[in-house]
């Protein structure tokens, strides 16, 4: 079998989560690394086992054996990258946020849109079969029609003022951090789940600290680190917020956002309420889908391929009882992604370029609306 070449850009979490992910696909190999420098590009490539590492995006993607570049560097990045990337005539998938501003996500789509190229953006939780599952029951009209969605991404490792990473400078992480960062994987994955686009938000934010103390020396992205020397600095971007929406179809609801939840480490959840039926998930417990009803007894779904519907099962790779989670869903993601590079007229269920830009409106339109303490309009 011929494989597809792909290269990585990033050395970090983010990077190796996508080699690991490339490497449970059977159609696709892991050509090339890029790195920030020489010496960081050949540490990673060996710790990984990828046979070429780059310092320049240029360069790599000057090697006519790639042919498709996943994007996983900090949010400054992204534009300048994903644009080379597209420019270059390679498949392209971002990491999220697609790029700092609606402007820059808009240039991309346009880009994009000109080259004969997959593209897309890791939103990684539509990936899930149970996420998958309610999509089609919601499509399928049998539960009744959505009202009301309500939930949230809750985090905690930013909740001492101790805690440091680039995400918490704007320069290199953008205008939001909790809305952008987490906020855009639940509003991305309800949006998917309804099949319906957020149309309106009124927000509330606060940054819980505003003064962080920050280490002398760079620390690793989600480390707290212990006796090092510090120094006060300010911090302007959101560490909560919670926005009212309203989307598409007269559906209305509600999501909270927090990094500083001491205990909660990545709970995105939500719950859909139909005129029938209501329904919960937990990224936390990902195998499990609450239904809830009126007239009957509640349902307690268990992710079990045997008996889910054949598309949401396809997504579980293993039997009922053997847990499924996070690292599942980026491998279903990069299925998806291959398969319709190899394939176009597959009908695929990433997250496009246009629904990035999307999201990078919404976000936009969030801080705009706590700025102004008005609702916002898409
Ligand atoms: N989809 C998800 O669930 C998910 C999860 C985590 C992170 N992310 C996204 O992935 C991206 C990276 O986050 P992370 O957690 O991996 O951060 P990280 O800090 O762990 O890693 C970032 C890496 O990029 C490298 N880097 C910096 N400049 C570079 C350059 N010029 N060329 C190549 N590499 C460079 C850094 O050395 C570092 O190793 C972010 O945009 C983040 O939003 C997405």
């Not at 290199?172 to 994987?185: C, E, L, M």
């Not at 993601?333 to 319709?340: A, E, G, P, Q, S």
Request: net charge neutral; proline share 4%.
């Amino acid at each position: 079998m011929k494989k597809i070449k792909v290269g990585i850009i990033g050395t970090g979490f983010s990077a190796e989560a996508h080699i690991e992910a490339l490497r449970r696909i059977p159609n696709v190999e892991v050509a090339a690394v890029c790195a920030s420098s020489k010496p960081k590009g050949l540490a990673f490539a060996e710790k990984m086992n990828v046979p070429l590492a780059y310092n320049s995006v240029d360069d790599l993607v000057g090697n006519p054996d790639i042919q498709a570049v996943h994007n996983c560097t900090p949010n400054w990045l992204h534009f300048d990258m994903n644009k080379k990337v597209l420019l270059a005539g390679k498949h392209l998938l971002s990491e999220k946020p697609l790029a700092l501003s609606s402007e820059q996500s808009a240039e991309l789509v346009e880009i994009a849109g000109r080259q004969d190229v997959v593209s897309g953006v890791s939103f990684n939780y539509r990936h899930y079969p149970m996420v998958s599952q309610v999509r089609e029951m919601l499509e399928n009209g049998q539960r009744g029609k959505p009202s009301l969605v309500y939930g949230g991404y809750l985090q905690d490792w930013l909740s001492l003022d101790t805690d440091y990473s680039w995400r918490l400078e704007q320069d290199k992480n953008g205008p939001s951090r909790a809305i952008a960062d987490i906020g855009s994987h639940w509003c991305d994955t309800v949006q998917y789940v309804m099949n319906r686009k957020i149309t309106k938000v009124f927000a509330d934010l606060k940054t819980v600290h505003p003064i962080r103390k920050k280490p002398k020396t760079a620390l690793n992205t989600f480390a707290s680190g212990g006796q090092v020397e510090r120094e006060n600095v300010e911090i302007s971007t959101e560490d909560y917020g919670s926005i009212l929406i309203h989307m598409e179809g007269g559906v209305q609801g509600v999501f909270t956002v927090s990094q500083v939840s001491a205990g909660r480490k990545n709970r995105l959840f939500f719950e859909i309420v139909a005129d029938g039926a209501t329904f919960a998930w937990d990224q936390e417990k990902p195998n499990h889908l609450w239904v809830g009803n009126r007239s009957k007894a509640n349902e307690e779904w268990l992710k079990d391929p045997a008996l889910l519907s054949p598309k949401s099962g396809a997504l579980a790779h293993y039997p009922g009882g053997h847990q499924e989670g996070w690292p599942d869903g980026l491998k279903n993601l990069c299925l998806d992604f291959y398969r319709k590079v190899s394939d176009r007229s597959h009908a695929a269920s990433f997250a496009t370029l246009a629904d990035g830009h999307r999201i990078m409106r919404l976000i936009e339109a969030i801080l705009e609306s706590h700025r102004t303490e008005k609702w916002v309009s898409l």
